[in-house]
T-cell receptor, first 117, second 112 residues
């Protein structure tokens, strides 16, 4: 059973297009995240949702819009794709503890490699 | 501003020997540290963590050491096995909601 799944695994598209990446977790976690791994291999957090509520929103262009229809899903929609958006995008989830989530283990999906031509 | 740094991009070690991976951080607010392991075309997998109130945490072959005064942590893998060949990421967080900051990773290759 896949704990955190992402679709698609690979996405190749033209500049200016709009695309979505879907993420689902079956771990029963309340918190989900999107990370971007750039060409220098750094993993950087983009967004975090807890029980469908946005709690972390890093400095990300507003062309990126996360949507959480329920706490098991966190999708990422990207408008007007640019060359610099090419990266691997990882979804993750965790279950907050009594401290509010700062020490929780995050479980990652397999990643979606986005290539913008 | 990269607050978590792994200065060794790669490490080669013989099977059966010890692997030592290092990580430095600059933000003294960090109070929770983790190591993740990543195979190609897969997501990072949690390996081991340590809270800032401890200086050592052990789990089987993996031990993490934390030196708060030096803002340094290390991961020891003993003995190293071929299946340990992967990229290892150091990560740190503080406060609520698990905003992890990752290092750039260290590629470990375990040779027979």
């Amino acid at each position: 059973d896949t704990a955190v799944s992402q679709t698609p695994k690979y996405l190749v598209t033209q500049m200016g297009n709009d695309k979505s990446i879907k993420c689902e977790q079956n771990l029963g976690h309340d918190t989900m995240y999107w990370y971007k791994q750039d060409s220098k291999k750094f993993l950087k957090i983009m967004f975090s949702y807890n029980n469908k509520e946005l709690i972390i929103n890093e400095t990300v262009p507003n062309r990126f819009s996360p949507k959480s229809p329920d706490k098991a899903h966190l999708n990422l929609h990207i408008n007007s794709l640019e060359l610099g958006d090419s990266a691997v995008y990882f979804c993750a989830s965790s279950q907050p503890g009594t401290s509010g989530g700062g020490t929780d283990t995050q479980y990652f999906g397999p990643g979606t490699r986005l290539t913008v031509l | 501003d990269q607050q978590v740094k792994q200065n060794s991009p790669s490490l080669s070690v013989q099977e059966g020997r010890i692997s030592i991976l290092n990580c430095d951080y600059t933000n003294s607010m960090f109070d929770y540290f983790l190591w993740y392991k990543k195979y190609p075309a897969e997501g990072p997998t949690f390996l081991i963590s340590i809270s800032s109130i401890k200086d050592k945490n052990e789990d089987g072959r993996f031990t993490v050491f934390l030196n708060k005064s030096a803002k340094h942590l290390s991961l020891h893998i003993v003995p190293s096995q071929p299946g340990d060949s992967a990229v290892y990421f150091c990560a740190a967080s503080y406060g609520s909601w698990g905003k992890l900051q990752f290092g750039a990773g260290t590629q470990v290759v375990v040779t027979p």
